[in-house]
Every structure is written in C-alpha cells, then in structure tokens.
C-alpha cells in the first residue's frame, strides 16, 4: 500500500529527491563497479501490471495476446541493455493487512458498479481515468513472464519486503515498481514504474537521502515517520488527533500545500526532536490511541528491517526480522514431502494457490469485472465453488474420521460484506476407480498415473464420463470445452446463443495475431458480455487450481487466455449471436470451420443434458430493454420460451440447428453458406406476440 501522499510529496515539495536517471549509463556503471556480476532490476510486478496492461480495451475480459506481446517488448528493451530483470509476486495477503485488503475490495466494488452503469449508459468503455484491471491479471502476469523465460517469484509473505530484500542482498541497482514503501526501506534505489519511458530506458528514481535532507531526518527515522503518517500496520484512523497536535506546534505550515503535504512535514518536524530510543518509541505508544495493541508501533517500525539490519527504536534482543510467515504452518498438511514441494512450486510460480491452502486453509479472490444488478449470472465466486469444493476434498484429502478440514475463503462477490471469512466444506469428487491420493498424482509415474490426473481433473468439474473424447482435442481447446460445459451446466441462464458465442470464439481466434486482434473495432460494448467475459476469464483459474492439484495432466501454458480467449473477439461473437447472424458470418466465412463448430457445440450440449440440463435460445438482440423488446427479458415469456439445441449424435452434419430469430425479416443462413431459410416462430409465441403488443401500445 505504501504511505499516502508521500510520493506526490515527494515531487512537489522535495523536488531534489526525485530527479531523472538513464537506466542504460547506470547499467553501464554496474558493470565497471561490478565487473563479475551483471546489473540486475528487481521488479514489484503487483504495482506494475496496471502499467504494463497498455491494449486499448480493458473493460471485454482481457486483450491478452496483446498484453503477452507488451511483456515480450518490455523484456527486450531491458535486455537489449544488458539488464537482467527478477519479477516478484504477492503470494499471499498477510494477517496484519486483512484490514486493509478489505477495504480497498469493498471500494473497487464500488468503482466496478460505477463503470457496468457506464457501459449501461454509453454502450462503450469508459476512459482510462476508470480504468480497471482486467481479472485475474495479476495471476496470468505470472505465468506470462514465466513462460517467457524471466526469473518470477511468488512469495511466502508481502512482496514489498522480499522485494527490497533480494534488492539490497543481491547488489540490485535498482527496484521498480510504484509503491512509497520502497522510500522507507534502506535498500538500493527505487525507480518508478509510472515514469518509465520503455523506448529510452529513463525514468525517475527517489532518493531517500535528498527526502531526508528535505525533511530534516536520518534514514533510521524513516520507519518511525512511515508508522507515524499511517500504513499497512498502523492504521491512519488512529493517528488523526497526533496530527492535530503535530500540526498546531510545527512551524513549517505552508498555507500553498494541502493538508496532507503540511502533515507529512509536521510529523517529520515532531519525529525530527526525539531521540532515536526505543523509550521514545514506548512513549509515543502511550500517548497514541492505540486501543488494546499497543504493540502496533513496535510491529510497524519492525516490519520496515530487512535482514541484517537493525534500529535505534528496537533493542538489538527484541529484532526479529520477519519470519517466512507460511513457512511453518503446516497444521493443514502433514506430509512434509508434499508440503516442500507445494512450497518449492509456488515460489518458483509453477502453481496455483494450492500452497496457501495446505499451509493454513486459507484462500481469497480479488474483484471481477461483474454486474451486480444483473441476478440472472452469479458471482464467479459462486459459480465455481462446487468445483473448489471438489479441489479441495482431493488437496487436503480426509482425516481418519473420514472428514476434511473447512477451507477458509475470502473471495469478493455482490452481497459478501467480508466481514469473515466464508467456511468452506470440502466435497469428494465422484473419479473412476476413487480418488487418488497426493502422493500418487504428484509423484508416481506411468501411464495408469496419468490417466487417473486427468480423470480427477475431470471429476473436478463433473465431467468425469467425458475424458475420451477431450483427450481427442487439443489440449487448449479441451481445457476450454471443460470450462464451458461446467459453466453452462451450473449457470441455467446461459442460452444457446451464449454458447454459440464462445464456440465460435475458440474456433475463430486460433491463428489471429496480437495485431490483428488489436485492429479489431467494436461499434458498441454489451454490459452482459462483459460480465461473462470476466466470469470466464476467472473460470481459467479455477482450471489452474485444478491443474496444480491433480499433478498437472495438462501443461499450465495450456490453460492461459491468450490461447482460448480474447475480450473483443468475445464481444463480436456475443452480438452477433444474439442478433440472429449467420452461421457464415459468426464463423467469417470459413466453411473449415463448420464440422469443429457442430462437434464442439454438441459436445457440450450432451455433457449438459447428462445433468438434465437443455440448453435454451434466449436471443437479446442489442441488448437493450426498451420497447417491444421487454418480451425477451419478460419472466413468463421465458418459462414458455422452449426452443432448444438437440445434439446431433450420428451425424454431425446433418444441419445446423441455428435457431436465432432473424430481425427486419433479413433473410439468414443455415449449415453451408449456400442453404437459406427464413425463420419462422412457432405457432404457440404469435399470442404471445400479439398480447405483449397490445400490452404495449395500450
């Protein structure tokens, strides 16, 4: 989170502690200094995928194919410098920042209301200045940048600290990133992310000294000014009455600065005429309104001591540099051999958040691009609980009771005030033969081994009895087709044209470029495609968890949205299937593609009537409520509304059952591009029709 205000601070107050560098001449410098060790940037990825994320649409689930070619760009630059970069990754969200994390989910719900009503509004996305992140971009960074062949590290505690760790024990020149922490941590420089102009290599780097000089302070102050103005230990609401004080007795008011700028400087003042003892520490946690943890200074002040280091506020026997905080927590997994290599796994950013779970049965999920006011679509969280369930019964296996461990979830969905964690009951998935254990998924081997992942994978998402023919598919393809029977199975609202709608996304993205994709222009933006875009996009981690529990029967690469997903295609395929197009023109006119459409579609079709589930033609239209069109979201008009796609079992090809209706009375077309007819309503919707008209011109 880092220090509010301080960095603006630092720029309009503190000018000589924020100046321009060359990353290339500093590089170079290294080298001369530093003959036998090449120059290497530390990167604190969480604060910099915000900036990284550069595609002109955001708000559709995800230009990933271009992000992917952005982060290749961004590589190349630095290497072609001679620059080794080492990514870090939040792998965990620390106890003592649960507060805090809380809250800034609560906001982005907030924010992410603001935006669906602009879409709402507009039919467009919103400017930048309403930015929001992709979901799961964090997650998928990771895995990027991997695959790319850069060093990424998922963390056992808070990045920031592991970051200016590895930044002052490996001789870093430098930190990027954008987070004031990095201005409090006596380690090497810190450069911004913000600044960074890729095509020269410059950005700005911070200097703690010049903002010490500034403020009248020595570097060993600066934990103290940090806790003292308010960050992740120490909450700003208990410091409000210190800053009265501060600020009636400092003499460095400047009527020209706002408030927060005249606070950091009579804090600085304040902190700048006491000892440097911890009695002056103890004082001031008498004085403040610390509550019953008066502890929250010393922690606070602690927190900000990377190893080897100590503190003139802290006793040298009272130091005790941040333990590895999941290192040791083992309660909820006792075989050591399983818990070193999850442990080994997440570091080296191979798996999905199954050693947060086997360490202390706990997990979260950040926000998603949802809209809340749309009732028919659960929150993703909600969606896929039943196949986390599953996971979670394979994880952590049951106890000689036969029972499982509840897994403590903190995941963000309208309606979850976040008040505790959501207490989770593990459930056994129905796999073949019985479920393996993890010792036999992880590390036995053969063929037999193999096929048991892949059907525990399966069973995960209720799809046990289907392995035969996704083994047939593509690997890619088959992850993707997994997904969307689970989700049209568990989401009844999802119709034939939703369907239709992400087939022909994964048939028509295959061989699409980053920059063809980039010039693809949307008229307008659908605020339901947008929601099932995000749900989707999330559904892919929930494959990643699967994945990493089951021993990996599928490569992670596999499972990315770069190779099943893309926001905009996405979002012309929705359209234009809700609209009544042609098979032609969904497919753009690749006649290659009709069998893998038919045969896709009917996979999933009969996955879903296995769980007494038909598939119902829903169309929207252009998605807009207004008028005559209020009969296609009318509840009653649903319940009789029974058009259904029957899967054509023996051949394939017999026709293509495309039952959108046609608006204006265009003439559409069915199967091959050369065979046509009109659509025609049923018999029982004309006094439907008619009702509602009458209804409405009355």
């Known amino acids: 989170m880092g220090i509010k205000g301080l960095q603006g601070f630092v720029a309009r107050v503190c000018p000589d502690a924020c100046r321009t560098v060359d990353l290339r001449e500093m590089a170079e410098k290294h080298r001369i200094d530093h003959p036998d060790f090449p120059p290497v940037i530390v990167v604190d990825a969480m604060s ?95 895995f990027a940048l991997k695959s790319l062949g850069q060093k990424t590290i998922c963390t056992l505690q808070e990045a920031d600290f592991e970051v200016a ?15 004031s922490d990095y201005l409090i941590y006596n380690t090497c420089p810190y450069f911004s992310i913000a600044k960074l102009r890729l095509d020269r290599l410059v950005t700005e780097v911070y200097s703690r000294e010049d903002l010490c000089r500034a403020l009248g302070l020595s570097l060993t102050h600066l934990p103290l000014f940090a806790c003292l103005l308010g960050n992740d230990v120490v909450p700003e609401s208990l410091l409000e009455g210190f800053w009265h004080k501060c600020l009636v007795t400092s003499p460095h008011k400047n009527n020209s600065y706002n408030r927060r700028a005249n606070i950091l400087l009579a804090v600085a003042n304040y902190i700048s005429k006491l000892p440097c003892s911890y009695s002056s520490l103890k004082h001031l946690e008498e004085i403040l309104p610390l509550g019953s943890d008066k502890t929250l200074l010393y922690r606070g002040v602690e927190s900000y001591l990377l190893p080897g280091q100590q503190s003139p506020w802290i006793p040298p026997n009272l130091t005790n540099c941040q333990p590895l905080s999941l290192q040791q927590q083992s309660a909820m997994c006792q075989d050591k051999e399983i818990f070193q290599l999850a442990k080994e796994q997440h570091i080296q950013s191979e798996n999905y958040t199954i050693f947060n779970i086997l360490s202390n049965g706990e997990i979260e999920c950040s926000n998603s691009l949802e809209d809340e006011c749309d009732t028919e679509i659960p929150g993703q969280a909600l969606i896929y609980r039943p196949a986390r369930q599953h996971i979670y019964s394979v994880l952590l296996e049951s106890g000689k009771g036969g029972g499982y461990p509840l897994v403590k979830e903190w995941f963000v969905y309208f309606g979850n005030p976040l008040q505790q964690p959501e207490l989770i009951q593990p459930i056994q998935p129905s796999v073949p033969g019985g479920t393996p254990n993890l010792k036999t998924l992880w590390f036995a081997k053969g063929p037999d081994v193999e096929k048991q992942r892949y059907s525990t994978f399966l069973a995960c998402f209720h799809l046990q009895d289907r392995m035969e023919e996704l083994q047939a598919l593509e690997a890619p393809v088959a992850a993707f087709c997994c997904l969307l029977a689970y989700l049209m199975t568990q989401v009844s609202s999802l119709s034939l ?32 495609a947008v929601h099932l875009g995000a749900v989707f996009v999330r559904g892919l981690t929930t494959l990643l968890m699967a994945n990493s529990t089951c021993g990996f029967p599928f490569r992670m690469d596999d499972l990315m949205p770069w190779e099943v997903f893309d926001g905009k295609l996405f979002q012309q395929k929705y359209q234009q299937s809700h609209q009544g197009c042609s098979l032609e023109e969904l497919l753009e006119g ?7 459409f038919q045969n896709l579609k009917s996979f999933i079709c009969k996955a879903c009537m296995a769980k007494k589930r038909t598939i119902q033609s829903r169309p929207r239209g252009n998605g807009f409520i207004t008028g005559t069109q209020q009969m296609e979201f009318n509840p009653m008009f649903q319940q009789t509304h029974r058009s259904s796609f029957v899967p054509p079992y023996h051949n394939q090809m017999r026709g293509f059952l495309w039952r959108n209706p046609q608006p204006r009375g265009r003439e559409y077309r069915v199967g091959h591009p050369d065979r046509r007819r009109r659509f025609h309503p049923p018999p029982w919707v004309i006094p439907l029709l008619l009702r509602h008209v009458e209804k409405f011109e009355t």
């Open 48 to 142: 910099c995928v915000r900036h990284w994320y550069t595609p002109e649409s955001w708000v559709c689930g995800g230009q990933w194919r271009e992000y992917l070619a952005n982060l290749e760009d961004f590589i190349k630059a630095f290497k072609a410098a001679g620059i080794q970069l080492v990514f870090y990754f939040d792998g965990v969200v620390e106890e003592k920042k649960r507060d805090e994390w809380i809250k800034r989910r609560l906001q982005n719900n907030k924010e992410i209301a603001r935006i669906f009503q602009f879409i709402k509004t507009h039919r467009k996305q919103p400017g930048r200045e309403m930015f929001s992140i992709p979901s799961a971009l964090p997650t998928f960074t990771r």
């Open 165 to 179: 760790a590895y930044g002052l024990q490996h001789n870093c020149i430098g930190i990027l990133g954008q987070d």
């Open 497 to 528: 044209e939703d369907l239709n709608a992400f087939v022909a996304l994964i048939l028509c993205l295959k061989g699409k470029s980053a920059a063809q994709l980039a010039d693809l222009q949307l008229a307008q933006v659908d605020s339901r």
């Open 590 to 596: 690749n006649e290659s593609l009709y069998a893998p």
